[in-house]
């Protein structure tokens, strides 16, 4: 009778411990790929300006020389992989609080820089806020990030309004206190009273003294991405 007993105990704990693990495996993924959103598309021109690209505009592509700053509508953030419980995710996080400047001669933007309220910014977790602002990007101590060209960027030719031209763009980025020179792509579109400039810079972590966080069931990738798609106005 005892021999029974404790055969049945070890069945039912055997069956808990399967339980267990199986919730541990299948509740993130539920979550992930069922309960929680999907993460925002990319940044880019397809989103909806602030004011209508396809609108009249009395300037030729010649009145697009002069001083430019960051207006309305524009915003910033970071995009980086992450894997949660062993499920593979991808964490946005994005703020409106940009300000910058742009001199443009000819068809070249020839000066301009941009910078970006890292406090600010949020993402789809409270949690993964937090962690931001404190123990990665101590924004306390660093509370921007900013982007200034070193290089002029040569458009080849002023876009007629709602075209796009494609170009890159050289410069240095600063944040979490250090500096380094970079390179991208960025695109450009001409809006009725303005352009739109649209991008993504790469950014390793360790070459700007952020330690990637891995920490309660969260590791994020050594490497992500900082976008921004900036609506510029006359300055």
């Known amino acids: 009778m005892a021999g029974s007993i404790r055969r049945h105990w070890k069945r039912w704990l055997i069956a808990g411990v399967a339980t267990v693990a199986v919730l541990c495996t299948a509740g993130p993924y539920i979550y992930i790929n069922y309960v929680q959103d999907k993460p925002p598309a990319a ?4 989103d909806p ?12 592509g ?7 700053r960051v207006g309305s509508g524009s915003q910033a953030g970071y995009r980086v992989d992450e894997v949660l419980f062993g499920q593979n995710v991808t964490a946005v996080g994005r703020t409106e609080k940009v300000t910058g400047e742009l001199e443009i001669e000819g068809n070249r933007a020839v000066s301009g820089s941009f910078t970006v309220d890292l406090a600010s910014v949020k993402s789809d977790s409270d949690q993964r806020d937090g962690q931001f602002r404190g123990r990665i990007m101590n924004t306390e ?3 921007e990030a900013t982007f200034e060209l ?3 960027v040569d458009f080849g030719s002023a876009p007629a309004v709602g075209e796009q031209v494609s170009a890159k763009a ?4 600063t944040v979490h206190g250090e500096t380094n020179s970079v390179s991208f792509e960025l695109d450009a579109q001409r809006t009725a009273d303005g352009f739109r400039v649209n991008g993504s810079i790469p950014v390793t972590f360790a070459d700007y003294g952020i330690e ?6 969260i590791a994020v990738e050594d490497e992500g991405n900082i976008e921004f798609l900036l609506a510029f106005d006359r300055a």
């Open 49 to 60: 300006p602030g004011s209508n690209p396809s609108g009249s505009s009395s300037g030729s």
């Open 150 to 152: 070193t290089e002029p």
């Open 170 to 173: 050289t410069g240095e980025l």
């Open 212 to 217: 990637a966080p891995n920490f309660g069931g």
């Open 43 to 46: 940044l880019s021109l397809d």
């Open 141 to 143: 101590r660093y509370p």
């Open 62 to 68: 010649e009145d697009v020389e002069g001083a430019w």
